[in-house]
T-cell receptor
Framework: DTEVTQTPKHLVMGMTNKKSLKCEQHMGHRAMYWYKQKAKKPPELMFVYSYEKLSINESVPSRFSPECPNSSLLNLHLHALQPEDSALYLC????????????????FGPGTRLTVT | AQSVAQPEDQVNVAEGNPLTVKCTYSVSGNPYLFWYVQYPNRGLQFLLKYITGDNLVKGSYGFEAEFNKSQTSFHLKKPSALVSDSALYFCAVRDLNRDDKIIFGKGTRLHILP
């Protein structure tokens, strides 16, 4: 199974709402990622978890809060977002053998299309 | 810092013709290079990667890429384009100097004309 699943597919939320994005993989990958992608732009890395520990935070505002409950699951908790946070949020996973993240291809989920009103 | 450049925003190719999507890289040390494709309203899909070895790398869906060290290029190629190849293509490079992250190029939109 080489699938990464993400829920929900679409999300509309107000600026005062709290919501969560969920991501799941069953490939035994020990690295998981959150990306933000604006239309027709490359993905921008937000967070990386390696062996269930946060290893990279790309100076993301605190209104985005990641969580990795176990090696198969990754959540992104959203609170008090701004309209400019509207984007496609992609989850990905990869192997992480010997802590060499960059050697391995990433498997992406289909994304959650987030609209902040 | 390591980087990749995709000089073309868009490439148009007639169905059945060969296609090339260009990528050049700038790295210190050995380059680790990737190609990903993104179909509309989907996540990215891995096509192929170059780590070491043969300069011609074969990947998914009939795509291949040629690593050229002297020209610092890693162009994506396919001998005969299909309409279904129309998508957004990203070249990417491993950046050992920045937490071993993957750095993506800006992307090239490929249009295959029927």
């Amino acid at each position: 199974d080489t699938e990464v699943t993400q829920t929900p597919k679409h999300l509309v939320m107000g600026m005062t709402n709290k919501k969560s994005l969920k991501c799941e993989q069953h490939m035994g990958h020990r690295a998981m990622y959150w990306y933000k992608q604006k239309a027709k732009k490359p993905p921008e890395l937000m967070f990386v978890y390696s062996y269930e520990k946060l290893s990279i935070n790309e100076s993301v505002p605190s209104r985005f809060s990641p969580e990795c409950p176990n090696s198969s699951l990754l959540n992104l908790h959203l609170h008090a977002l701004q309209p400019e946070d509207s984007a496609l949020y992609l989850c990905a996973s990869s192997q992480d053998v010997g802590l060499a993240l960059g050697l391995y291809e990433q498997y992406f989920g289909p994304g959650t299309r987030l609209t902040v009103t | 810092a390591q980087s990749v450049a995709q000089p073309e925003d868009q490439v148009n190719v007639a169905e059945g013709n060969p296609l090339t999507v260009k990528c050049t890289y700038s790295v210190s040390g050995n380059p680790y290079l990737f190609w990903y494709v993104q179909y509309p309203n989907r996540g990215l899909q891995f096509l192929l990667k170059y780590i070491t070895g043969d300069n011609l790398v074969k990947g998914s869906y009939g795509f291949e890429a040629e690593f050229n060290k002297s020209q610092t290029s890693f162009h994506l190629k396919k001998p005969s384009a299909l309409v279904s190849d129309s998508a957004l293509y990203f070249c990417a490079v491993r950046d050992l100097n920045r937490d071993d992250k993957i750095i993506f190029g800006k992307g090239t939109r490929l249009h295959i004309l029927p």
